[in-house]
């Protein structure tokens, strides 16, 4: 019984239904994993800031409320505090992953060589962003969320989310153009 | 360049880093089975308040119902004899636990236990529960199909005092994110002492549902004179997620004397007024899901329901199954 207590009762009744924290566990890790990742470019710090993300999220998972958010959204919201927790200890160093060698089954060392010289303009050209279309780009890249589901996250209008995203990425766009014609 | 770069940067994780957070949050969940208690406590969306040191938040936040009678040489004397649903906002509740501030030292360094809560235990029938708590029971003359009282257990919550500090109510405030509540300086250093009276709680059994039924003279809360008490109740609305606006038309609703306030996580269930013999009470209905069978399949969802009502020198409180019908039919029946 355990409930003497009258609003203990009255606390059980909004318990959540039981959920699969295994699979939620197998399907969000690398959605949380990539949204650090474009975060702040360094495989290190976001194994570090996943692991935080998923302790928190393990801890408080009992008080996730299906009816208010799908969970990717919630485990999204817990990690977009953690990253800004990390700046704040971190600012102003972003650094770079220096580790992106390593050619893939289908390619020859020529085209890993390339692919990880552009990946590694690509992170740098990311992480001279502005910090809001980071995180944007972070949610929408990194951890593959909706439009809406960054509104929702961040408080802008989904179709706010778009056009940022929209801008940005055009943004980038002639900036990596620019680099090329140099 | 087009979108494509962008999502070829993504990458799966390392499979020694997966595999190694994995063993990190099973360690967790062991953690957790070995500390079941402590971790109920903190798992529920109200009962984080009612944790031991916890229980001034909860008399703070949500069971100190502030008089209209502003100064009084001697203490107001409180006793509930009605019941208000108040919506909380479980994020709120949830920023508590995620934030900075640490909650617990926040409001326990606020509390002299007088006398201790006492956990719930095990006795041989109402007559010894009665014997034992001194409370006049009465019993539901009416029970669903098949059935039977299958426990007795007889508890309480102990008797406390909880100094107000105002600086620490303003920190309050300010994790929660209200930042447009003044905090009178009066309140600083009063002190409000809360007796709760024994429970006697009967657990009727019939197949997989249980019906608990819940009865105690009810709290005492003694008031200190010189502490504007209709403000604290806006206060504490203020902290439950109403807005300004919103805090103030349901205070006006309320008769602060008499009115015990229930925290109802919002969106957790709905509630209605209902009528148990002559009084009013609140009916909370809420949608639950059993637990997984052996086979690993999740249960079917079960609505449950709590209803609240009192009596002259009474507070009752009846859960179970179903929408509300039976638990009404049973609380409409106690002699």
New interface residues.
Partial sequence: ???????????????R??IDWDAV?REE??RI??FF??RFGNRSSA?DL??VT???A???R??Y?Q??AAVSTWLLAIAR?VAVDHLRQLRPEIPLDEAEAGARDDETPETAALRTS??RR??SLLAALPAREQEL?SLK??A?ATNRAIANLTGLSESNVGTILHRT?IA??AS??EGEAR | ???D??????????PE??AS??R??RE??EHERAHPHG??L??????P??AAGLVAA?ALAFTLPPVRAAAREFLELFRVKRFAAVPVD?ER??RL??GKVDFKALVSEQVEWIEPAQE?EVVDGPEEAAARTGVALRQPTVLPEEAALA?V???S?GRFRVRLDVAKLESLAQTLGVEDVAVPPAWDGATIEVAGAP?V?M?YHRGEDDF?F?Q?PGPQVQLPPGVDLAQLGAFALRMAGMSAEEARAFARTIDWGSTLL????A???NFREVDVNGAKGLL?T????S??GPDGK??R?RR???L?WSAPGK?F?L?GPGDGVLVLEMAQSVR
Avoid: C
């Fill in positions: 019984m355990g409930g003497v207590r009258l609003l203990d009762w009255l606390g059980t009744v909004a318990e239904a039981e566990y890790l690398p994993y990539n990742r474009y194994e996943t692991s998923f302790e928190k393990w801890r408080a009992h008080r409320r009816e208010r505090n552009q990946h690509l992170w780009l890249y990194g593959g990425v980038l766009r990596w153009h | 360049m087009n979108d770069p962008l999502s070829e940067l993504r990458e799966e994780p390392r880093f997966a957070l994995a990190r949050l967790l969940d971790e109920r903190r798992v529920r969306l109200v009962p308040l009612l909860l479980p509740l949830a636990q995620e719930p426990e257990r007889v508890g919550p429970v709680a657990r608990m819940f105690s229930v925290p109802i996580p969106e957790g269930g909370v809420s949608i639950q899901k637990k997984p999740s249960g969802s449950h329901s709590v609240l507070v409180a859960a």
